[in-house]
C-alpha cells in the first residue's frame, strides 16, 4: 500500500470522502513558508517547520519572538501599512525580503485573516516586478480581444484554455463543467498529441468532494508545483487563539490531500493548477491545468491567470443567461397566452389544449394530459388512457407535493418502463389532490452515451487481507455509459412556469367570482421573479464587474508610471471593454421591465414628439451631416408618449450610424390616413440589411456587426422598439436593399 492510501476501520461509501478535513491539514507545501503572527505587535505564534531551508533559523528560534528580528524596520512598516487594508487581497503580493549572509533574498508575502490571527506566507521570488507588469498586461490584453469576439461557450471555453496554457506552459490545460448532481465534464482541452484526450469526458462528483468544491469557492487559484513534496508541519499544531488546528481555507501554500495526490499520481501529474470558474456567488466548473514533471508558477502570472479565470466567469455568465433570456421570454408570453385563453374558454381545458400556443409550448414537452373530475384531455404524444389513469393513482397514493418531476419515471415508476417512447421524463401539477385533478406533461426517451473517464463506480479497493481502503481510481481510460429511460431533464424556470399555471388554473376553477384579483396576484408573482432577475443582474453580474474595472484602475495607478503612452491607453481600451459590458447589462434589465410598466396613454402629436427626438439626436445628426425628410405633417395618436418617443429615437439612431454614403437622409413619414391603425415608417440610404437578417436583428444583443464597428451598441435598440411597439398593439418589420438602404415600419392607433 502507497503512503497516499488511506486504511478505512469501518464500511466505506462515497461520502467518507466529504468528510476529509483537508482546509486543516497541520502542514503546508515547502516551496513556500508560513508564519502565524499576533496581527497587534507580529509576534510570531506559529511557523512552518521548513524555515532552516529558507532562512537558516529552525522553528523554536521563531516562535514567540516578534517578525522585526527577521525583517527589517523598512519592511515591517511596509508589512503594517498594508495590514491598514480591509480586504488584504488587494495588497498582495507584498514585496519583502530578508537579509541572509548580507544578501537580500526577495519573497512575495502574500496575507490573510484567519481566527482571529494574521497569516503571512511568503514565496521565494526572482521575478522582476516591473516585467511581470508588461507582461501580465501583454498577455491580458490578447486574451481579452479573443474573448471579446467569442459568441458561444464553446468559444470561450477553448479561448481560455489555450490562453492559460500560454501564460503557465502547463502540458494539459482543460475546462472541467459541474452539472446539477456535480459530476463534471471536460467542455475544452489543449494538450500535445502524445497526451491521451480528456476531452468529452465526465468525471464523478466523488472526484472532487463536497469539501474540495467549498475551497474552489472561496479561492479563484490553487497551485501544486509537486505533487512528491514532504509536507512542512505547522508548528505548534494548534491555533494558540482557538487551540484548535490552525484553519487553512484561504492559504496559498495549504498542504494536499493525501487522497488527491494519489489521484494525481494515477492520472501521471507531477504538478498542477485550477482556477475556479463562478457564477453568481456558485462554482460552475475549474480551469484544471497538468504537468508532467515539476513546475512552479510565480505569484504575478497565478495573479495573470486569476485575472482571467474572473473575466472568463464573467464573460460565460452573461453568455449563458443572455442565451436563456429569449427563451424565458417565450415561456412567461406563452403562460401569459394560456392564461388569455382559458379565461375566454367556457371549460378552462379547451383554453390550454384547442389553441397555439398551448401546455406543450410551455414546457417544451411532447405529450401532455389534463386530469379533471376523472376525464382526461390529451394533446401530443401520450399514454394511453388506461396507463395515464394507472399513472394518476400511483401520484395520489405516493405524491403530496404541488408539483412533481423527473427525467426518469421508471426509476420511481417501475410501470413506467414501458412507456419510455412517450413517458420517460414526467412532470405532474397536482390542482386537487382530493378530486385526482392533474396536468401531467410527458417527454420521451432520449438515449445517451456518456463517456466516463474510467469507470465511476470503484471508490474503494479490497486488500488481500481483506481490509478495505479509500483509494482513488487508477485508471483514466474511456468507460462508456449507455443510459437509458431517461429523458432531457426539465429547467427551473419551466418548473416556474407550471406552478405559475397550476395557481392560474386555481384561480379559474376554484374563484371564479375573485378572477381578477388572483390574475393580479399571478402577475405580482411575475414581477417579483423578474425583480430578482434584474437585482442578479444588476447586482451578482456587476459586482464582479466592477471588480475588475476597479482592479484595472488600480494597475494604472500603482504601474502608471512605468507605462508609456501606448501601454496606459491600451490598459484604458480594457477598463472601455469592462464598461460595455455594463451597458449591455443595463440594455437588459431596461428590455426586462419594458413589460411591467404601465402604459400612460394619451393623445400625441407625433410632430412635436419627432422633434423632441431629432433635437435630442441633433449633434450627431450635425456630425455626420444628415438630410432629415419628413413630406408631410405626421398625425395624432394614441399611446404612451415616451416609449413611443423611444421607438423614433432608436430607429432614427440607427439610420444616422448605419450609413457611409457622402450624403446621407433620413426620411420619416406614415402611408394610411387616420383612423386606421396607420403604417409609420423610418427610411434611409444607409448600408443596408440582407434579407437573411431580417428576423434576427430584432433579437436581443444581435448586432450583425463587430461592437466597434459603426459605433459601437448593446444590440438592444430594435428589440426594446419591437417589444414596445407590440405593446401598444401594433407590428414592426424591414424591408432593405443591402447597399442601398432600409426602411423601418410600425404600426400604431391612430386618433378618430
Request: hydrophobic residues 40%; aromatic residues 10%.
Amino acid at each position: 500500500m502507497s503512503n497516499n492510501d488511506i486504511t478505512i476501520p469501518f464500511p466505506v461509501d462515497l461520502s467518507n470522502c466529504n468528510k476529509e478535513p483537508i482546509h486543516i491539514p497541520g502542514s503546508i507545501q515547502p516551496h513556500g513558508v508560513l508564519f502565524v503572527l499576533k496581527e497587534a505587535d507580529l509576534t510570531i505564534l506559529q511557523v512552518s517547520d521548513n524555515t532552516f531551508n529558507l532562512f537558516g533559523l529552525q522553528p523554536e528560534e521563531l516562535l514567540n519572538k516578534n517578525l522585526s528580528e527577521l525583517l527589517e524596520s523598512d519592511q515591517i512598516t511596509l508589512l503594517k501599512d498594508s495590514l491598514d487594508q480591509e480586504d488584504l487581497l488587494i495588497v498582495n503580493p507584498i514585496e519583502l525580503s530578508i537579509n541572509l549572509d548580507n544578501k537580500f533574498v526577495h519573497y512575495d508575502g502574500i496575507v490573510h485573516r484567519s481566527d482571529g490571527v494574521l497569516i503571512l506566507e511568503l514565496e521565494p521570488t526572482k521575478l522582476d516586478k516591473r516585467n511581470a507588469f508588461f507582461k501580465f498586461y501583454n498577455l491580458v490584453k490578447v486574451a481579452m480581444s479573443k474573448l471579446q469576439y467569442a459568441s458561444t461557450l464553446a468559444e470561450i471555453s477553448q479561448i481560455i484554455v489555450k490562453e492559460v496554457k500560454n501564460i503557465t506552459g502547463f502540458d494539459r490545460v482543460m475546462l472541467y463543467r459541474f452539472d446539477e448532481n456535480w459530476h463534471g465534464t471536460v467542455i475544452a482541452e489543449v494538450k500535445p498529441e502524445y497526451l491521451t484526450a480528456y476531452l468529452g469526458l465526465h468525471y464523478p462528483a466523488s472526484d472532487i468532494p463536497t469539501q474540495a468544491r467549498k475551497l474552489y469557492t472561496q479561492n479563484w487559484l490553487r497551485l501544486i508545483p509537486n505533487t512528491y513534496y514532504q509536507p512542512a508541519a505547522i508548528v505548534p499544531t494548534n491555533n494558540p487563539v482557538t487551540d484548535e488546528p490552525l484553519d487553512l481555507s484561504r492559504s496559498v501554500l495549504r498542504s494536499v490531500s493525501p487522497l488527491h495526490v494519489e489521484y494525481m499520481h494515477n492520472m501521471g501529474v507531477t504538478a498542477s493548477m485550477s482556477i475556479s470558474i463562478m457564477k453568481d456567488g456558485n462554482l460552475w466548473g475549474l480551469i484544471a491545468c497538468h504537468h508532467q514533471s515539476p513546475k512552479y508558477i510565480p505569484y504575478e502570472i497565478r495573479n495573470a491567470c486569476e485575472f482571467l479565470g474572473q473575466m472568463a466567469s464573467l464573460e460565460m455568465a452573461a453568455k449563458e443567461d443572455s442565451e436563456d433570456v429569449e427563451y424565458k421570454i417565450q415561456v412567461k408570453s406563452c403562460h401569459s397566452k394560456l392564461v388569455e385563453y382559458m379565461s375566454l374558454e367556457n371549460n378552462f381545458i379547451d383554453g390550454l389544449i384547442n389553441n397555439q400556443p398551448n401546455l406543450l409550448n410551455l414546457v417544451n414537452a411532447q405529450g401532455a394530459a389534463v386530469c379533471f373530475h376523472g376525464e382526461y384531455f390529451t394533446v401530443g404524444k401520450t399514454p394511453e388512457p388506461q396507463d395515464i389513469q394507472d399513472l394518476v393513482e400511483w401520484m395520489h397514493q405516493n405524491q403530496h407535493e404541488e408539483i412533481f418531476y423527473t427525467d426518469s419515471l421508471a426509476q420511481v415508476y417501475p410501470q413506467a418502463e414501458k412507456l419510455r417512447d412517450v413517458a420517460s421524463g414526467l412532470m405532474a401539477l397536482s390542482i386537487s389532490k382530493s378530486q385526482k385533478n392533474y396536468v401531467l406533461w410527458f417527454r420521451s426517451e432520449v438515449v445517451q452515451t456518456v463517456n466516463w473517464g474510467g469507470n465511476p463506480n470503484k471508490p474503494v479497493e479490497v486488500k488481500e487481507n481483506g481490509s478495505i481502503y479509500l483509494s482513488p481510481r487508477k485508471s483514466f481510460e474511456l468507460w462508456q455509459e449507455t443510459v437509458l429511460l431517461k429523458s432531457l431533464p426539465w429547467k427551473s424556470y419551466e418548473v416556474n412556469a407550471a406552478l405559475e399555471l397550476r395557481s392560474a388554473i386555481i384561480g379559474m376553477v376554484l374563484r371564479k367570482a375573485d378572477e381578477l384579483a388572483q390574475l393580479n396576484i399571478e402577475l405580482e408573482r411575475s414581477n417579483n421573479e423578474l425583480d430578482a432577475f434584474a437585482y442578479i443582474a444588476s447586482h451578482d453580474l456587476k459586482e464582479p464587474l466592477r471588480g475588475i474595472h476597479n482592479y484595472s484602475n488600480f494597475l494604472i495607478e500603482d504601474y502608471g508610471d512605468t507605462l508609456n503612452e501606448e501601454g496606459k491607453s491600451k490598459l484604458k481600451t480594457l477598463i472601455r471593454l469592462t464598461q460595455r459590458m455594463e451597458d449591455l447589462i443595463d440594455s437588459l434589465l431596461h428590455f426586462s421591465r419594458l413589460g411591467r410598466v404601465d402604459l400612460s396613454m394619451q393623445q400625441i402629436d407625433l410632430n412635436d414628439l419627432v422633434h423632441c427626438s431629432l433635437d435630442l439626436l441633433s449633434a450627431r445628426i450635425d456630425y455626420m451631416n444628415v438630410d432629415i425628410q419628413i413630406p408631410r405633417p405626421l398625425p395624432i395618436i394614441y399611446g404612451d408618449r415616451v416609449q413611443i418617443g423611444e421607438v423614433f429615437n432608436n430607429l432614427i439612431a440607427n439610420s444616422i450610424k448605419y450609413n457611409d454614403k457622402a450624403e446621407k437622409w433620413i426620411e420619416i413619414g406614415y402611408i394610411d390616413e387616420p383612423p386606421l391603425p396607420i403604417t409609420f415608417y423610418v427610411r434611409d440610404n444607409g448600408i443596408g440589411i440582407r434579407d437573411k437578417h431580417f428576423d434576427a436583428i430584432f433579437r436581443i444583443f444581435k448586432r450583425l456587426h463587430g461592437p466597434s464597428k459603426y459605433g459601437g451598441g448593446t444590440g438592444a435598440g430594435l428589440t426594446i422598439a419591437k417589444k414596445i411597439v407590440e405593446r401598444h398593439g401594433g407590428k414592426i418589420w424591414v424591408n432593405s436593399t443591402y447597399g442601398e438602404g432600409s426602411t423601418f415600419y410600425f404600426t400604431l392607433q391612430g386618433m378618430d
